[in-house]
C-alpha cells in the first residue's frame, strides 16, 4: 500500500471522528453552524498539510473523548467561554503562553490584557474571512462572541487567563486519561486510575441508589395521598351514619346496613394500607440508611485519603517536592459528594414531612430521626474538610513582610455559599493554642501576633467553578513569642495561622463555622535566623504524621529518610534533576556520624537526632550540619548552578579523597570541593609537581571560595585565569566544561580611559599563568594562595612549618594581601585620582 493511500486512509478515518465529536459537543443551537465550518475545514485540510500541527494536538484529541470524559470537557465551555471559540481558534489559544502569568499578582493584569485584546482580534479576523452564504451566520456568531468576551473580561482579565488555564489543564488531564486507558496494557491500570475508577463506580451507584429512593419516596407520597382520600371517605361515611340518627326508624334500617358494609370495607382497607404504608416508610428507611453508609464510606476515600494525600504532597512540596497538583478533580468528586448528602437530606426531610402528615405508631419517628442526624453530620464534615488552603504562606514568615495565602471552599459552588459570599479571617497562633483548639477546650480567639490585612471575601470564578479567598498583602506586624523548652531556640518555635470563616447552606438551614489551620511557620525577624528556621521546617514537613497533635514530629530519624528529605530539597534548590548519589550520601553520613567507613550499609540502620541535624556543633567547628549543608545549597544556587547541573563539580568530596583521585592523574588535574571548614565554602584541588624537590607531585588546594569571592569573580572566569589547570576530573579539558561561561573580554579603551581588570593568579605558579596580557598595568592581580598537600606513605597531611598556614594547610587570607578586595576598594575611588592610562584624561 503506498504511502498516499495511507496517510489518505488515516486522515478519513481522522475526520469521522472528528465529525462525531464536534456533533456532540456542540450545542442544538450550533450543530448546524459546526456541520457547515466541517466541510469548510475539510476543505483547507487537503489545502494545508500543516493542519494537524503540535500546537492543535490537545484540542484534536479532546474532540475524541466519549462518555463521561466527553460530557466533562463539554462543561467546561457556556457563555464564559464558547465551544465554538476553543474551536476556530484552537491553535492560537494553544500557542500562548497562559502558565507564564501569575494570577496572584496584579502587576501581570496589563499582560493578561494584552492577551484579551490578541483573542478579541483574533476572533474578528476569522469572521471577517468568513464569506459566502455558508458563513454568513459564522460571521455573526464569531463577531458576537468577539464582543461578548471583551465585554465580561475588559475589567478583570485576569479572569479570562484563569478561565483558559483551567480548560486546557482539565482538557490535558482528560486526553491524558483517555489515552493511559486506552494504551497497550490499558486493561492493567495502576492503582491510582484503579482507585480513581472505584470512586467514579461507587458514585454512578449511588446515584443509582438515591434515584431508586426518589421513586419510592414519590410512590410512598402518591399512596399516602390516596390514604388521605380513602381517610376522609371512611369519616363521611361515618358521618352519614352518625346523621342516621335524625331519620324515622324505617329510614334508618333501609340504609344502615349499606353504609356499615361500606365503612367495615373502607376501614378494612384503611387497616392493611396504614400496614402497607408503615412498610414502605420502614423498606425507605432501610434504603436510606444503605445509601448513608456507602455515601459515608466514599466520602472517607476522598476526605480522609485523597484529600488527605493531596495536603501531604503539598507538606512536601514546602521541601522541593513535586507539586501537589491541582484540585479540579478532587473538587469535582467534593462536589458529587455534596450534590448526594443534599439530595439525600432532602429525601429524608420529606419522608418526615409525610411521617407528620400521617402519623402511623411504630419505630419510624425514631429511624427518620436517626437518618437526619447521620445525614446531618455527613454534609458537617464534608464542609468542614473541604474548607482547606490552596496557597499556603510562606513556612519561613518575616515580620513587617508581606505575604500570601489562598483559601478555598470545595463545595461552595455546589452548596451556592457564593450568593452570600462569606468573609474568611486570619490569625496567627501558638503551637499550644492550635492544640486547644483542636481539642475544642478553648474557643476564645486568642493570637499571638497581630496581622495586617487578615479579612478577605470568598470570591466565586464562574469558569472554574471555585471559590476562593486571596489575601494579597498581609504582613506579621508584630509576633508574642511562648517560654521556650530547654535549648529550643526562637528559630524551633512553631506557629501557624487560623484561617476562620461562617456562612449557612440551603436558605440559612444550616450554620457552620469552619477553621483550618495553615502549615506551621516559623517566625524570624532578621534574614539572618533564615538559615536555621528552614531547618525546623524540612524537618517538620518531611517527617510530620498524618493526624498528628500540632506539630509534633519525631526526635530522631533514620538516616535514609533523612537523605531523602536532603535530596528534594537539592534538587529542588538546584532546579536540576541531579541529586544526591550513593557516595555524596557516604560522606554526608561521615560527616553527620564523625565515621570513616565508606561503606553505605552501614549507615542504613542509624539515626539521627534532630540535635545532631541542628542543634549541636559538628566536632572541632562552630557549626551544625544542617547549618554545612545549607550553606552548600546557598552558594551553589548562587553562583554555580549551571556548573552543578553540568557535573563539573563533584563537591561531596573530603580532602583526602580528593588527593586519593588526583595523585593517580597527569598533572594540572583539578577538581572542585565544597570545604570542610567553612560554611559555603568551594575550593579547587589539583595535583602538580613539587617545586622544592624534583621528581616529586603533590595536592594543591585553595582557599575556599565564597559568595562575597564569586560576587567579584566568577568561578568559570578564576578557573579561566589559572593556566595550570589544564583537566577537569577525570579528564576533561577545562574549556571544555567552562568556556562557554567565561566572561567575554573587555572592549578597548573609550575615550581615553583604559578599564581594570580583576584577574587571579596564585603567586606560585605565577610563571606558569601568566599570558600575553599579564605585564598590562590594566589588570590587577587577585592573589589567592594554595595549600600544599605532599604525597606521604599513609596519605596523611604533614604539619607545615609555614607561619601563613593554617591548621588545614591552606593560606589564611586574613593574614595575606587580598589583592582582590584591595581593588575593589580602589575601583570606588574616582577614576582620575587612580588610573593613568596611555593617554591622559
Same mark, same amino acid.
Given at each position: ?12 478515518? /481522522? ?22 465550518? !466541517? ?120 479572569? !479570562? ?196 402528615? !400521617? ?263 562552630? /557549626? ?27 563537591? /561531596? ?151 601563613? !598556614?593554617?591548621?588545614?594547610?591552606? /593560606? ?30
Amino acid at each position: 500500500m503506498s504511502a498516499a493511500v495511507k496517510e489518505g486512509r488515516m486522515r478519513s478515518a /481522522f475526520w469521522r471522528g472528528k465529525k462525531a465529536a464536534i456533533r456532540d459537543c456542540c450545542t442544538s443551537g450550533t450543530r448546524q453552524v459546526c456541520r457547515v465550518n !466541517l466541510q469548510k475545514n475539510l476543505l483547507h485540510l487537503h489545502g494545508n498539510r500543516d493542519f494537524r500541527s503540535e500546537k492543535m494536538a490537545v484540542w484534536i484529541q479532546a474532540q475524541q473523548l466519549q462518555g463521561e470524559a466527553l460530557h466533562q470537557m463539554q462543561s467546561l465551555y457556556g457563555q464564559h467561554f464558547p465551544i465554538e471559540v476553543r474551536h476556530y481558534l484552537s491553535q492560537w489559544i494553544e500557542g500562548q503562553t497562559w502558565d507564564s502569568i501569575d494570577l496572584e499578582n496584579p502587576q501581570e493584569e496589563f499582560r493578561a490584557k494584552r492577551l484579551l485584546e490578541s483573542l478579541v482580534q483574533e476572533l474578528q479576523n476569522k469572521a471577517e474571512h468568513q464569506v459566502g452564504e455558508d458563513g454568513f451566520l459564522l460571521k455573526i456568531k464569531l463577531g458576537h462572541y468577539a464582543s461578548q468576551l471583551k465585554s465580561t473580561y475588559d475589567r478583570c482579565p485576569l479572569e !479570562l487567563v484563569r478561565c483558559i488555564k483551567h480548560i486546557l489543564y482539565t482538557e490535558q488531564r482528560l486526553v491524558r486519561e483517555a489515552t493511559d486507558s486506552s494504551s497497550p496494557g490499558g486493561g492493567l491500570l495502576d492503582s491510582m486510575s484503579q482507585k480513581h475508577l472505584q470512586i467514579n463506580q461507587s458514585f454512578e451507584e449511588l446515584r443509582m441508589m438515591t434515584q431508586d429512593t426518589e421513586n419510592d419516596l414519590r410512590k410512598l407520597q402518591h399512596n399516602q395521598e390516596y390514604f388521605i382520600i380513602q381517610y376522609q371517605e371512611s369519616l363521611r361515611i361515618q358521618a352519614q351514619l352518625s346523621s342516621l340518627t335524625n331519620l324515622p326508624p324505617a329510614d334508618r334500617l333501609l340504609r344502615e346496613p349499606a353504609l356499615q358494609t361500606k365503612r367495615a370495607t373502607v376501614e378494612a382497607w384503611l387497616t392493611r394500607e396504614a400496614n402497607t404504608l408503615q412498610k414502605y416508610r420502614l423498606d425507605l428507611a432501610e434504603k436510606h440508611q444503605k445509601t448513608l453508609q456507602l455515601l459515608h464510606k466514599q466520602q472517607t476515600i476522598i476526605l480522609d485519603d485523597e484529600l488527605i494525600q493531596w495536603k501531604r504532597r503539598q507538606q512536601l512540596s514546602g521541601n522541593g517536592g513535586p507539586p501537589e497538583g491541582g484540585l479540579d478533580v478532587v473538587q469535582s468528586w467534593c462536589e458529587k459528594l455534596a450534590e448526594i448528602n443534599w439530595q439525600n437530606r432532602q429525601q429524608i426531610r420529606r419522608a418526615e414531612h409525610l411521617r407528620q402528615q !400521617l402519623p402511623i405508631p411504630g419505630p419510624i419517628e425514631e429511624l427518620l430521626t436517626d437518618l437526619n442526624k447521620h445525614i446531618t453530620d455527613i454534609i458537617s464534615a464534608l464542609v468542614t474538610s473541604t474548607f482547606i488552603i490552596e496557597k499556603q504562606p510562606p513556612q519561613v514568615l518575616k515580620t513587617q513582610t508581606k505575604f500570601a495565602a489562598t483559601v478555598r471552599l470545595l463545595v461552595g459552588g455546589k452548596l451556592n455559599v457564593h450568593m452570600n459570599p462569606p468573609q474568611v479571617k486570619a490569625t496567627i497562633i501558638s503551637e499550644q493554642q492550635a492544640k486547644t483548639l483542636l481539642k475544642k477546650e478553648n474557643t476564645r480567639n486568642d493570637s499571638s501576633g497581630e496581622i495586617l490585612n487578615n479579612n478577605c471575601v470568598m470570591e466565586y470564578h464562574q469558569a472554574t467553578g471555585t471559590l476562593s479567598a486571596h489575601f494579597r498583602n498581609m504582613s506579621l506586624k508584630r509576633i508574642k513569642r511562648s517560654d521556650r523548652r530547654g535549648a529550643e531556640s526562637v528559630t524551633e518555635e512553631k506557629f501557624t495561622i487560623l484561617f476562620e470563616s461562617q456562612f449557612s447552606v440551603g436558605g440559612n438551614e444550616l450554620m457552620f463555622q469552619v477553621k483550618t489551620l495553615s502549615l506551621p511557620v516559623v517566625v524570624i525577624v532578621h534574614g539572618s535566623q533564615d538559615n536555621n528556621a528552614t531547618a525546623t521546617v524540612l524537618w517538620d514537613n518531611a517527617f510530620a504524621e498524618p493526624g498528628r497533635v500540632p506539630f509534633s514530629v519525631p526526635d530522631k530519624v533514620l538516616w535514609p529518610q533523612l537523605c531523602e528529605a536532603l535530596n528534594m530539597k537539592l534538587k529542588a534548590e538546584m532546579q536540576s534533576s541531579r541529586g544526591l548519589s550513593e557516595e555524596n550520601l557516604v560522606f554526608l553520613a561521615q560527616k553527620a556520624f564523625s565515621s570513616s567507613s565508606i561503606n553505605p550499609e552501614e549507615y542504613r540502620s542509624l539515626t539521627m537526632t534532630w540535635s545532631q541535624f541542628n542543634r549541636e556543633s559538628l566536632p572541632g567547628r562552630n /557549626f551544625t550540619f544542617w547549618q554545612w549543608f545549607d550553606g552548600v545549597m546557598e552558594l551553589t544556587k548562587k553562583h554555580l548552578k549551571p556548573h552543578w547541573n553540568d557535573g563539573a563539580i563533584l563537591g /561531596f568530596v573530603n580532602k583526602q579523597q580528593a588527593q586519593d583521585m588526583l595523585m593517580s592523574k597527569p598533572n594540572g588535574t583539578f577538581l572542585l570541593r565544597f570545604s570542610d571548614s567553612e560554611i559555603g565554602g568551594i575550593t579547587i584541588a589539583w595535583v602538580a609537581d613539587n617545586p622544592n624537590k624534583a621528581g616529586e607531585r603533590m595536592v594543591w588546594n585553595l582557599m575556599p571560595y565564597t559568595t562575597k569571592d564569586f560576587s567579584i569573580r566568577s568561578l568559570a572566569d578564576r578557573i579561566s585565569d589559572l593556566n595550570h589547570l589544564l583537566f577537569l576530573y577525570p579528564d576533561r579539558p577545562k574549556d571544555e566544561v567552562f568556556s562557554k561561561y567565561y566572561t567575554p573580554p573587555l572592549s578597548k579603551a573609550v575615550d581615553g580611559y583604559v578599564k581594570p581588570q580583576i584577574k587571579q593568579v596564585v603567586p606560585e605558579f605565577a610563571t606558569a599563568s601568566s599570558d600575553s596580557t599579564g605585564g598590562n598595568q590594566a589588570f590587577m592581580d587577585h592573589a589567592s594562595s594554595p595549600a600544599v598537600s605532599h604525597s606521604h606513605a599513609y596519605g596523611m597531611y604533614p604539619p607545615s612549618a609555614d607561619s601563613m !598556614l593554617d591548621g588545614d594547610g591552606d /593560606f589564611d587570607l586574613d593574614d595575606t594581601m587580598d589583592v582582590a578586595r584591595h581593588v575593589e576598594e580602589l575601583l570606588r575611588r574616582p577614576m582620575e585620582s587612580q588610573w593613568i592610562g596611555n593617554n591622559q584624561s
